[in-house]
């Protein structure tokens, strides 16, 4: 599970903005193709994956 399905999974079980958000869920599925190219090829997850931190 990665941030990219989470809210995929959002928008599929949110009835009232799954029409509105497809351009997202588009948007997220092309991101998590790349995450996963990315980390395929060199090895680790890109810079602003690693160093992602929550901001409270």
Same mark, same amino acid.
């Given at each position: 599970?990665?941030?990219? &399905?989470?809210?995929?999974? @959002?928008?599929?079980?949110?009835?009232?903005?799954?029409? &509105?958000?497809? /351009?997202?869920?588009? &948007?997220?599925?092309?991101?998590?193709?790349?995450? @996963?190219?990315?980390? /395929?090829?060199?090895?680790?997850?890109?810079?602003?994956?690693?160093?992602?931190?929550?901001?409270?």
């Amino acid at each position: 599970m990665d941030r990219y &399905s989470l809210a995929i999974d @959002v928008i599929d079980r949110v009835p009232r903005i799954r029409n &509105s958000a497809a /351009h997202t869920k588009d &948007s997220l599925k092309n991101q998590q193709i790349e995450a @996963v190219r990315y980390a /395929h090829e060199e090895g680790i997850d890109r810079e602003e994956i690693r160093a992602w931190t929550w901001k409270a």
